[in-house]
């Protein structure tokens, strides 16, 4: 099953012209409408159980955009989903996310982005994977197969010069393949360095801006998770 979410800031009565061709494919469910982004979050959280203690973990990378890529990397998930299936409460998804080079023209303009991207032929696309599962004695288990599933994935994207060049960073940060940088902040887990995938320009632009703004490390003191701007 598959689902497609689609956003535009107008309160139109007909899809744009440039997400038409997705409103043509047959649905199961349409729920568009005009809304607000609250009503549009509630929508998204329904049917799902807040109320177990279950695991989560994210995963991403970036890729070009290629539809027959899209189905590659779908079917190393889905074998993965199947290695996997007497892993108790076991749920995931696989999510295409496009950074379109409109929405990079329109932070240019409006004085750049920290993350070091800029428009190109073939558009960046996130690639990311939720996993969720119940026993805690399953988490080494998840996790080694999470990252034989990034290593795979990524591996042909790279072969066919479609790995992106922003966000995702391997475990081994300090190597010195400098094409192995390419994992959005908000999708990223502890093993992935997001922050050094915006390129060395990027990073040293953040220390500069962390040591005029917060010169006694406030802000990385005090919060104690996520990712922290390289010493």
């Given at each position: 099953m598959a689902s497609f979410y689609s956003f535009y800031s107008e309160p139109v009565t007909a899809p744009p012209a440039a997400?038409?061709?997705f409103f043509d494919v047959p649905t199961l469910v349409n729920t568009v409408k005009v809304k607000t982004v609250k009503e549009a979050v509630d929508?998204?959280?329904e049917g799902g159980d807040n109320t177990s203690p279950v695991r989560y973990e994210f995963r991403d990378y970036t890729v070009r955009a290629d539809a027959?890529?899209?189905k590659q990397l779908f079917d190393v998930w889905n074998w993965t989903i199947i290695e996997l299936n007497s892993i108790s409460g076991l749920a995931s998804g696989i999510v295409y996310q496009p950074i379109s080079n409109s929405m990079i023209r329109a932070g240019s303009k409006k004085g750049g982005n920290v993350l070091g991207l800029e428009p190109a032929d073939d558009p960046l696309v996130i690639v990311s994977y939720l996993f969720s599962w119940l026993l805690p004695?399953?988490?080494d288990?998840?996790?080694a197969a999470m990252d034989k599933l990034i290593a795979a994935s990524t591996d042909i994207a790279k072969?066919?010069?479609?790995l992106g060049q922003f966000m995702y960073v391997p475990k081994f940060v300090n190597s010195s393949d400098t094409d192995n940088k390419s994992s959005y902040l908000n999708y990223a887990s502890t093993g992935q360095q997001p922050i050094q995938s915006y390129g060395p320009v990027q990073v040293e632009f953040l220390r500069q801006v962390k040591a005029k703004y917060d010169p006694n490390g406030v802000f990385e003191k005090l919060s104690?998770?996520?990712f922290k701007i390289p010493s």
């Open positions: 997400i038409k061709p929508e998204l959280g027959k890529l899209y004695e399953d988490d288990k998840v996790r072969s066919q010069g479609q104690r998770g996520g």
